[in-house]
């Protein structure tokens, strides 16, 4: 369990390193994943050692929201006076995110539709 663990938490400073070192505007953690995903992909046997760690770690994976929540209580009250604008910027977000899901995939479907038979009816 310990060289998983090694391993996960090794991708993740690479991925924090290059942000702050690029200063690229993505997540450490997210950049770390991708790279984990390409240790996966270039050594499959690396599957099996962290795959037990991971789950364990998913399984547990609501105690990792207790400092989120904590947060939240600690900023009820700014959040209560801000709350008309974080609702907007929540709706909006929504609706542009779904907009352009939408927008992609007519447009996926329009590039990958075959061609009508002329002969069919």
């Known amino acids: ?6 391993i ?3 991708c993740q400073l690479i991925g924090e390193a290059l942000v702050r070192t690029l200063t690229v505007p993505v997540p450490g953690p997210v950049v770390g994943m991708a790279l984990l995903l390409l240790v996966l992909v270039w050594r499959p046997s690396v599957l099996g050692a962290v795959k037990t760690t991971a789950q364990t770690l998913l399984q547990h ?3 990792l929201f207790v400092p989120a929540g904590v947060g939240v209580m ?3 009250q700014r959040l209560g006076d801000e709350a008309l604008a974080i609702g907007v910027a929540l709706v909006l977000s929504t609706l542009v ?3 352009s899901a939408a927008l992609t995939m007519a447009w996926l479907m ?3 539709a075959q061609p009508a038979d002329k002969d069919s009816p």
Do not use: E, N, Y
């Open 74 to 76: 600690l900023h009820l």
């Open 97 to 99: 995110g779904l907009a």
């Open 1 to 6: 369990m310990i060289p998983a663990l090694a």
């Open 8 to 10: 996960l938490l090794v």
């Open 110 to 112: 329009k590039r990958t």
């Open 61 to 63: 994976l609501s105690l």
